[in-house]
């Protein structure tokens, strides 16, 4: 070993450097297995609101006996919805546009997917609320393609329900979506031929959408004339969905609310507040960590500063005085860094078979290791600069 | 190289202190290379001083030092490398080295000498069994020859030599002289020694007073 090595691995102290390792390893590796949580779990979270652009929820009467005898009281009339749209959370109103026509699905008995015929209904909501690409969320005159949104729950009842009981195989969301099968629209005496594929899936609107332009046509074309339309559900965009007069404003009118939303946003908050609980504890523990590595180094260098400065008065340049603390600080961070991202992989792998039975999203992108170089590359860099300056300073002084 | 010294005071001591000085405030004291000076003066009168100045270990001088043949910018680290040598007063040898590894951390940065020429300069100062044994273990007559054969292990234009002989009996300040002598020689180098009294053995070019 070369002398000079000898004299300074000489002062430097085990015991600091295992506390400095272990501390950064718990640090690094909270923080590391946070955010790849984060990322595994946000579209559990967060797919419902990818399909609608804004707040919203469905707002309809109460069925009561009374109303099942008369229909019409599980109407909204216009008096009713303005004084809706008269709330100060409620930002903005829709109603629905339901197809006044016959509708009938089936597919080619081809393919991997077992031929079936039925009917639908569709209805429609304006285009600004759905948050689908325009290329997947489009119709015209001339185009023999249809897109639809499902909800959530028909997907659910096939693979929970009936597949099951059936013996059909379990189709997840991506591979649904691949499959184009046929409608049918009869009305006025004519029928007309269209292909459809599934681009979206709600759990938020229970019904079957189609593009509302789309809708406007065929109402127009294969529907019945002159049909009164009645609203029974309301779409509602809030301006702010946690206010505290919205729910007694609902019960006191006797509205259902699909509140869903409301729920949900308690979990998201749960959620965020343990990311953010656990990234505060990992980047707390880092920087004591760090800290505590830095002032212990610059106590040795001070406590040998007369080793520092007669090395450099021998003719030795401070950056060569500073390569050994360098080189042993940089070697232990890549290696706590590593046994870190190694460690949070292996709890990603553990914990991502678990959640494949809830994501039908592809799996997300690693971040452990692209995150987890950052941080190396970041700590190496600032503690080259920190002991260079620090030898520096005290070999010239 | 040359060095030249142009009005050199320490910032610490008065002009009076001074005064009576043939180097401090002087306008030009040239040192060649090659030639060998010997600088004078009792305790207190900045010899230290005036050899760190030349060395670059401290600052706190009013004046210019030039080392003029080399007019491109050096810092002293390349100055220290391999121009400039001094041996130090009080040694500044490292304590928990041995005497073998206390040369050769100076020699492994040029790696001026090879292992065999260190031994040889070791058995020659007479502490050949001494090789292997810490520097703390070591008197202080002997620190002064490890520190010598440091200093001579690494090319130089100058050698600085302050108090180099303080340690040691008149038997062991030949055999020093020798090596030194031998050293300037090979290196084509010059010398300031700074003393207080005694003016050793060698051949001086000129004698300053401080």
């Given at each position: 070993m070369k002398e000079i090595n000898k004299l300074q691995l000489s002062t430097l102290i085990p015991s600091q450097l295992i506390g400095y390792s272990i501390s950064l390893i718990i640090g690094i590796f909270i923080i590391l297995t946070t955010f790849q949580v984060y990322k595994d779990v946000s579209p559990l979270l967060s797919g419902e609101e990818k399909l609608f652009s804004k707040d919203i929820a469905v707002v309809s009467k109460h069925i009561t006996i009374f109303k099942t005898l008369?229909?019409?009281?599980a109407y909204f009339k216009q008096k009713e919805i303005n004084n809706i749209e008269k709330q100060?959370?409620?930002k903005d109103i829709a109603t629905f546009t339901p197809a006044t026509y016959k509708i009938n699905a089936y597919t080619n008995?081809?393919?991997n997917i077992p031929p079936f015929y039925t009917d639908l209904f569709f209805e429609s909501i304006p285009d600004s609320y759905i948050d689908i690409s325009p290329e997947q969320w489009k119709w015209n005159n001339n185009n023999k393609f249809i897109p639809i949104i499902i909800p959530k729950d028909y997907l659910n009842l096939y693979n929970f329900g009936f597949a099951e009981s059936q013996g059909l195989p379990l189709l997840s969301e991506n591979t649904i979506s691949e499959i184009e099968f046929n409608i049918r629209l009869s009305g006025n005496g004519t029928k007309g031929e269209f292909k459809s594929r599934i681009v979206g899936f709600s759990s938020k609107i229970n019904t079957i959408l189609v593009p509302l332009n789309f809708m406007k046509w065929a109402n127009n074309k294969y529907g019945k004339r002159n049909k009164k339309m009645n609203i029974s559900r309301v779409l509602v965009e809030f301006s702010?969905?946690?206010?505290?007069?919205m729910t007694p404003f609902f019960e006191d009118n006797s509205y259902n609310i699909n509140n869903d939303k409301l729920e949900y946003n308690k979990i998201i908050f749960l959620f965020k507040s343990a990311i953010y609980f656990f990234t505060g504890l990992a980047i707390l523990i880092i920087m004591l960590s760090v800290s505590a590595i830095v002032l212990g180094l610059f106590l040795i260098l001070q406590r040998n500063q007369e080793m520092i400065k007669n090395l450099y008065n021998i003719g030795y340049h401070y950056k060569q005085i500073a390569r050994l603390y360098q080189i042993v600080l940089s070697v232990i961070t890549l290696i706590v860094t590593t046994v870190a991202i190694v460690t949070s992989t292996i709890v990603r792998n553990t914990y991502s078979n678990r959640l494949e039975y809830l994501i039908t999203n592809a799996k997300q992108t690693n971040t452990i290791i692209v995150f987890g170089i950052i941080i190396t590359l970041i700590l190496i860099v600032v503690y080259n600069i920190l002991i260079v300056k620090r030898i520096k300073k005290i070999a010239t002084q | 190289m040359n060095i030249e010294l142009n009005n050199i005071k320490p910032n610490y001591m008065s002009e009076a202190e001074i005064?009576?000085?043939?180097?401090?405030?002087?306008k030009s004291i040239l040192f060649e290379k090659e030639k060998l000076y010997l600088i004078k003066a009792g305790s207190g009168r900045g010899k230290t001083s005036l050899l760190n100045f030349i060395y670059g270990m401290?600052?706190?001088?009013?004046g210019t030092i030039r080392?003029?043949?080399?007019?491109s910018f050096m810092s002293f680290f390349d100055l220290r490398k391999d121009k400039l040598s001094y041996m130090f007063q009080d040694f500044k040898?490292?304590?928990?080295?041995?005497t073998f590894e206390n040369i050769k951390i100076k020699n492994?940065?040029?790696?001026?000498?090879?292992d065999r020429e260190i031994i040889e300069l070791i058995t020659k100062v007479g502490l050949k069994d001494k090789i292997?044994?810490?520097?703390?273990?070591?008197s202080l007559g002997q620190r002064q020859r490890i520190a010598l054969i440091r200093a001579v292990c690494q090319p130089f234009d100058f050698i600085l030599m302050d108090e180099?002989?303080?340690?040691?009996d008149n038997e062991n300040i030949k055999i020093a002289t020798e090596i030194i002598n031998t050293e300037l020689n090979k290196n084509r180098a010059g010398l300031i020694l700074c003393t207080l009294e005694n003016e050793y053995y060698f051949n001086y070019h000129k004698k300053y007073k401080l």
């Open positions: 008369d229909k019409s009281k100060p959370f409620i008995s081809s393919g702010n969905p946690s206010d505290d007069r | 005064s009576a000085s043939d180097i401090y405030l002087q401290n600052l706190n001088y009013s080392y003029p043949m080399h007019s040898l490292f304590q928990n080295l041995t492994s940065i040029t790696n001026h000498k090879t292997n044994t810490e520097i703390t273990k070591l180099p002989f303080s340690h040691l």
